[in-house]
């Protein structure tokens, strides 16, 4: 699977919109990319994936740039409970045996 | 949404003894199921793929002896951490996806068990 770049940490204010960017220069054309994200002493929650189109979910939307080599992923109104690691991972879709490794993540927190 | 559930949260156990971790599929089947360890401040690294009704697959470094693995019904997996050490104190997670008429969910992780060998 490629390899991700993120920042090591950001941070937002409360009920603005937090932006975290990705950098994925080596993904393949059948590779995704996931964003999941750990908040303190709980098990990864999965946030949204796409291939190469804008996704949008209720939790948030991620746009990816028209060659891939990059996305963002948007949380539109941020919280205080939105303050966690998130990971963004490419993976290829190859079905249930397909497993995710896990990067350092990007360590987000949102100031009251 | 496919829930993956794990039992216990947490468990402290002397150092010599075995520890069971189980990791349930409440509401889909899962043939595959992925096992996690995750030290503080650090990353999850995956240790095994578990596959049901057969052997399990394990990462480079892991000790298959020492993590014992068995998936010996569709919605059940667990983990048994044999002969625990001190440095076995860990978090340790497993995840499964949902497969259905050939599609493949993302996979969905459970909330965890926090172990602490004294």
């Known amino acids: 699977d490629a390899k991700t770049t993120q920042p090591t940490s950001m941070d937002c204010a409360e009920g603005r919109a937090a932006n975290l960017p990705c950098n994925h220069s080596t993904i393949s054309g059948n590779e995704y990319v996931y964003w999941y994200r750990q908040i303190h002493s709980q098990g990864p929650q999965y946030i949204i994936h796409?291939?190469?189109n804008n996704e949008t979910n209720e939790m948030a939307s991620l746009i990816i740039t028209e060659d891939r080599k990059s996305s963002t992923l948007i949380l539109p109104h941020a919280t205080l409970r939105d303050t966690a690691v998130y990971y963004c991972i490419v993976r290829a879709y190859t079905g249930a045996n397909s497993k995710l490794t896990f990067g350092k993540g990007i360590t987000l927190s949102v100031r009251p | 949404g496919a829930v993956v559930s794990q039992h216990p949260s947490w468990v402290i156990c002397k150092s010599g003894t075995s520890v069971k971790i189980e990791c349930r599929s409440l509401d889909f089947q899962a043939t595959t199921m992925f096992w996690y360890r995750q030290f503080p401040k650090q990353s999850l690294m995956l240790m095994a793929t578990?596959?049901?009704?057969?052997?399990?697959?394990?990462e480079q470094g892991v000790e298959k002896d020492k993590f014992l693995i068995n998936h010996a019904s569709l919605t059940l997996s667990t983990l048994t951490v044999t002969s625990a050490h001190p440095e076995d104190s860990s978090f340790y997670i497993c995840?499964?996806?949902?497969?259905?008429?050939?599609?493949?969910?993302?996979?969905?992780f459970g909330n965890g068990t926090r172990l602490t060998v004294t």
């Open positions: 578990s596959n049901e009704g057969s052997k399990a697959t394990y």
């Open positions: 995840s499964a996806s949902v497969t259905t008429g050939g599609f493949h969910s993302p996979l969905h």
């Open positions: 796409g291939l190469k």
